[in-house]
């Protein structure tokens, strides 16, 4: 196949991959167990490629388009509102129109990482091989070079460790030590169609990050007492971040979480976010409080994965469906 180490290569690199992650790719597109080995040898020209392979990279360079990805955070600084449950089966409804989605952990806690079904051994053989956020974000590193594939089609993942603790200290030392992250996405942009970045439960620099690379906001809200004033807190944060140096950021919507509406204080919260936010941003469907969420993330699954119809299902779905039509009437005024 003349030229076909060079194409393999260029789609690689199209893609933001390496030769480990375009080996895991093509193994679960085709069933197969190539190595990083072999597709050295295919793009050098040492190995001939196989017919089936060359077959499947035809059809897939017939089906490539332009990419630009849409960066979307998912953030509230109060912990336990469901944000990780919240940002992982958000990503996962990107991909079920065929997207290529890339999830970034920026949370110390690694939940979207295990929410994924990386273990707490393989999070710490990641650290050890510097294969985590942090090192991004601390180094020379390119993002690419932490970016590994999950368990479902179309969806990568920027992996976390307890090390990203110390970024938010050590961030505060460098004069843009706040934009390290939008700079670093730059690699990344045309590999995927949206970039999902699950935000700690603080708003420090890592965040900070996250806000600033960012053009949507999603803020999942627990129904419950004083839910608001966190809210708040979030909003001045953002609008903060839109004046200084992000003024494209915007918030895509807030999705009330863990919600039964049996419970007089979780009706009472939604009404009060319907009546202090309906008429600035969206305010989705809430999502009912249910106990598959929690066994998913216990067993590293996405929930939507496992059960496409899990309560609040929809709810994910129309969000996504929401950042689908802004990405797509971003590129058509773009166009224009």
Not at 62 to 80: F, I, M
Not at 165 to 174: F, G, H, K
Request: aromatic share 6%.
């Amino acid at each position: 196949m003349g030229g076909g180490g060079d194409e393999m290569r260029q789609l690689r690199e199209r893609r933001g991959e390496n030769q480990t992650q375009f080996a895991d790719w093509l193994n679960g597109q085709l069933g197969r167990s190539y190595t990083k080995a072999r597709i050295s040898r295919w793009e050098s020209g040492a190995e001939r490629i196989p017919q089936q392979l060359v077959d499947f990279l035809t059809r897939h360079k017939a089906d490539e388009r332009p990419r630009s990805a849409t960066y979307l955070a998912v953030a509230n600084q109060k912990g336990g509102v469901g944000k990780t449950a919240t940002a992982v089966n958000l990503a996962y409804a990107l991909t079920e129109g065929g997207a290529r989605v890339l999830l970034i952990d920026c949370d110390s806690q690694s939940n979207a990482t295990v929410h994924v079904g990386i273990g707490n051994a393989a999070i710490v053989a990641l650290e050890q091989q510097r294969k985590t956020l942090y090192y991004v974000l601390r180094s020379e590193e390119p993002l690419t070079s932490v970016i590994m594939p999950t368990a479902e089609s179309g969806l990568d993942l920027a992996p976390a460790g307890l090390s990203l603790a110390d970024a938010d200290v050590e961030l505060a030392a460098d004069s843009t030590g706040g934009l390290i992250l939008r700079e670093k996405l730059d690699e990344v942009r045309h590999s995927y169609d949206f970039v999902v970045m699950d935000c700690a439960p603080n708003l420090g620099l890592v965040t900070a990050n996250a806000l600033s690379a960012a053009e949507l906001v999603v803020v999942p809200v627990q129904t419950e007492a004083l839910a608001l004033l966190g809210v708040k807190r979030l909003v001045d944060t953002i609008g903060r971040i839109r004046r200084r140096v992000n003024p494209a950021l915007r918030i895509a919507g807030i999705i009330p979480t863990m919600y039964n509406d049996r419970l007089t204080q979780d009706r009472a919260t939604l009404q009060e976010l319907h009546e202090s936010y309906a008429g600035q941003v969206p305010v989705f469907d809430p999502i009912p409080r249910a106990t598959v969420y929690g066994k998913a993330a216990a067993a590293g699954m996405i929930t939507l994965a496992g059960d496409p119809k899990a309560p609040g299902a929809e709810t994910f779905r129309e969000v996504a469906r929401q950042i689908r039509a802004y990405a797509q009437n971003r590129e058509t005024t773009h166009v224009a």
